[in-house]
């Protein structure tokens, strides 16, 4: 199996923030979730990986290719989204065209054509016209006009209404159904990955939590809940954290360390509830 | 062949996907031969990891429900296969065992077990 991305021992710290130790591999033909919460290091982990920051150690490899010494290579074959659009606002559709094919020599001027009309962009509007939504499209549609084969998100669907979030659902599971194209794609809205997503890449705070696959990792735990007076200290002690309330406790279990507690009730754990129960911040939580 | 998938259930998507997938074979919905939707298809269809369809695929070929040809795709296996009848007689073992113990909680004799048995078998020859 080929692999798109590679990242290898990643570091970077500047001011009081540490990225430490990174990696993790997305192979080719798949969509890898980048999830933890706000100042995990997310967006500085893409950063590093568009060589938007100088890593300080460690390796990371776009296709084979390395990020750095062979940067422009690499990029050909990389399509990217920003949750807020990168283009001049002033522009017309069909001038960031204009702007953008030059840099790529594979561009399909037919293909740019035929998605701007699948996703309902007139070529004669402003960047700045378009909704939020639609500039997201217009970033996607640049991608897949020269190929990209592994397309790198952040934070895509934040500030998305729940259709657009479908819509770029269906695009991106449409984008790698063919099997030859990823997709790294970072968000807080875990409901997007809860389905679609191959695998994921847990980061908390700067340190990396998991890297596997999707079922793999919401098969880890299991939330078990019950009266108060069933929070036993044995359940306390193998809790990763537990929530109590007057009328009883929620608490966040290893899925193997869950034997013990047949008699409560045990249900599977959302990536979303994972998160909150591991993350240091949630703390005041229990 | 119809998936419904649900989110409530708590039974995970590939488990569901087996299940029906199996239930379709053992009814003779899918017949020999068939294909099952391409795996990549059938995740972008219904919005789910193309590695949970991969590991129903995959499990549903280790019980010997389908054959897995590299790059043609997932073709179903007669029932008349050795696996799929082992899974057929391991179905029909289950069904007795939980017979034989509500039998036990009611209890009834081996002899009135039997005839009850008996009389089944009668009663449903037509199927």
Not at chain 1, 25 to 46: A, E, R, V
Not at chain 1, 201 to 212: A, H
Not at chain 2, 40 to 60: N, P
Not at chain 2, 62 to 79: I, Y
Request: glycine share 6%; net charge negative.
């Amino acid at each position: 199996m080929t692999d798109y991305l590679e990242v290898k021992n990643l570091s970077k710290s500047f001011g009081r923030f540490r990225l430490c130790d990174i990696s993790f591999t997305l192979p080719k033909g798949y969509i890898m979730g980048l999830i933890g919460p706000n100042g995990s290091g997310k967006t500085t982990t893409i950063k590093l990986i568009l060589n938007m920051l100088a890593r300080d150690s460690g390796e990371i490899r776009i296709l084979g290719l390395d990020n750095i010494a062979d940067e422009q290579k690499a990029k050909a074959a990389l399509g990217v989204v920003f949750d807020t659009n990168y283009f001049s606002e002033d522009w017309q559709v069909a001038q960031v065209e204009q702007a953008i094919s030059v840099f790529y020599p594979g561009w399909d001027s037919k293909r740019f054509a035929g998605l701007l009309q699948t996703f309902q962009i007139a070529p004669a509007r402003k960047v700045k016209e378009l909704s939020k939504g639609m500039q997201m499209k217009l970033m996607l549609a640049c991608a897949f006009s020269y190929d990209a084969k592994l397309l790198i998100l952040d934070e895509p669907t934040s500030g998305l209404d729940p259709v657009s979030r479908d819509e770029l659902l269906q695009i991106l599971s449409e984008y790698i159904e063919d099997g030859e194209h990823s997709v790294l794609f970072s968000t807080h809205i875990t409901a997007d990955l809860e389905r679609a997503a191959d695998y994921i890449t847990y980061l908390s705070y700067g340190e990396l939590f998991f890297s596997g696959s999707k079922d793999e990792f919401v098969d880890l735990f299991r939330i078990v809940k019950g009266g108060t007076e069933e929070l036993s200290a044995d359940l306390r002690a193998k809790a990763v954290r537990v929530r109590t309330f007057p009328t009883g406790f929620e608490a966040l279990v290893k899925t193997e360390d869950t034997g013990a507690f047949s008699a409560l009730s045990i249900e599977p754990a959302t990536i979303d509830e994972i998160l909150v129960f591991t993350s240091r911040k949630g703390e005041d939580y229990a | 062949m119809k998936l419904i998938l649900s989110n409530v259930s708590g039974i995970p998507i590939y488990e569901q996907i087996k299940r029906q997938v199996k239930a379709a074979i053992l009814s003779g919905e899918l017949k020999e031969e068939e294909a099952l939707p391409s795996l990549r298809t059938l995740a972008k269809d219904l919005k789910i990891s193309v590695l949970t369809v991969t590991r129903a695929y995959t499990e549903l070929e280790q019980e010997g429900f389908v054959r897995n040809v590299q790059g043609r795709g997932c073709f179903v296996l007669g029932s008349s296969s050795e696996l799929m009848r082992e899974q057929l007689i391991r179905k029909v073992e289950a069904s007795l065992a939980e017979a034989i113990k509500a039998a036990r909680i009611a209890n009834l004799s081996r002899e009135e077990l039997q005839q009850l048995f008996d009389l089944l078998l009668e009663v449903n020859t037509d199927d």
